[in-house]
Structure formats: C-alpha cells, structure tokens
C-alpha cells in the first residue's frame, strides 16, 4: 500500500463506537420527531391534503433528520479536520485534492446511509406505517441524491474560520428554510414569488419528492436532474474553495 493510500485510509477511518453512539441518538431523536410531528398534532390536525398525518409526515421527519445530521457532522468534522493542521497541502505529498474531497464524501455518506436506513425503519415501526421494501429502496436511492448535496454544504460550512458560524447557518439558515420546505404546509398553500422559490429549494425537492415516491403519487422526474445539476456544480465550487483551504 503506497504511503498517500495509507494516509487517506487513516484520515477517514471509522470510528465504531461512535458510530454506535450516532444510532442511539438517531433513534432517540427520530422518536422524538415522532411524537412532536405525528402523534401530537395529530390531536388536533389529523389530516393534511387528505392524507393521514404518520404518511405525510413520514418524508418530513426522515428528511430533516438526515439532512440536518448530514451538514452538521460533516461540518463539525471538516472543521476540526483543518483546525488540527490534518489539512496541511504539504502534508498530503501530491495526493490529489479531488480524492480527498471524495473521501471527505464517501465518509459522511457510509455514515448518513446507516442513519437513513435507522431512522426509517424506527419511524416505520412507531407510525405502523410501512408502504414497501421496494418502495422504501427507491426512497432512499433518491433520498440519498440530496444528502450528497447537504453533505457538501457541511463541507462548505465547515471551511469556514469559526465553529461558530456552522450553528448559525444550521439553525438560523437551514432549519427555519426546512421548516417551509413542505415539512409541515406544502408549498403549494403559499402564494405568488413565495410558493416558486420554496419549490426550486432542494429541502423541497428531497421532502416533497420523497413523499411522492412513498405515496405512489405523480412524481416529477426532474427533481432527480435537478439535484444532480445542484450536485455538480457544488461539487465543482467546493472542490476548489477547498483546495485554496488546503493551501493556505
């Protein structure tokens, strides 16, 4: 094994235990998402467009769930990547950028594939709700399209020179935008400029998208070129603001 192999291998090792710790608070917190989403405004909002509340819900809180664990660890983790001069271009002994960046994605994606898979089927059993295996796979195949995207916005939140600034972004940018993404009122309630900008988010495209695949409703096969343009071209901006970063 080359010596730059060896060094990506220990950069974006696993940590089991972690992991483990990661799945006990998933389930915690998908229970939770439960019981504030379903269970209680189903005491007094029972149905939403004539569908039963645990089915609307469902895309809802599995969406926010995962995409909010998406860009916060892959924030927190690139963050202290260059924080402990891990991110050091010397370091790297020619090893292309682009694999590092890839690596920094195929780590938080192993890690958000678990999480997906958990906090569905958690919500699944609470809910009673099950629509499928095979509809649930096609779910997550496109579920994960957009967490790719949310992973790389942690990437670029995560370059930036305060910890600080992740919070602020993640609770006063990206939660409130979730929260009118079609997570709990869909967006084709608001009017004019509004219902079209909310539409063209890409919290939108996963929630809604996500909740047309899980009720066999019109799906608009758009959504997927959509999120893999919005993936190209961020990846494309992030890798080089990510390199500059490695360069200082």
Request: aromatic share 16%; charged share 10%; no cysteine.
């Amino acid at each position: 094994m080359s010596l730059s192999n060896l060094m990506i291998k220990n950069e974006f090792r696993f940590n089991s235990g972690k992991i483990v710790l990661g799945i006990i608070f998933n389930i915690i917190g998908t229970g939770l998402m439960y019981l504030v989403f379903v269970y209680s405004l189903n005491k007094i909002l029972p149905r939403i467009d004539y569908i039963n509340l645990d089915k609307f819900m469902f895309s809802s809180i599995i969406g926010w769930l995962n995409a909010m664990l998406a860009v916060g660890l892959t924030s927190n983790y690139v963050f202290r990547y260059f924080k402990d001069s891990r991110g050091d271009y010397q370091r790297l002994a020619g090893t292309p950028i682009s694999r590092v960046y890839i690596g920094f994605l195929a780590r938080s994606l192993v890690v958000l594939i678990i999480h997906l898979i958990v906090s569905s089927l958690v919500l699944a059993a609470l809910a009673r709700y099950f629509q499928g295996f095979e509809q649930l796979l096609i779910f997550w195949a496109y579920a994960l399209l957009a967490l790719i995207f949310f992973i790389q916005v942690g990437i670029v939140i995560g370059m930036g020179r305060d910890q600080r600034t992740q919070f602020y972004w993640i609770f006063l940018i990206i939660l409130p935008l979730f929260l009118m993404s079609g997570m709990i009122i869909p967006t084709h309630y608001y009017e004019g400029y509004l219902r079209h900008i909310l539409m063209a988010f890409p919290s939108t495209v996963l929630i809604e998208g996500g909740r047309s695949i899980l009720l066999k409703q019109p799906f608009n096969i758009l959504n997927i070129l959509y999120l893999l343009g919005l993936n190209i071209f961020l990846f494309i901006g992030a890798l080089y603001f990510f390199k500059r970063k490695l360069q200082r």
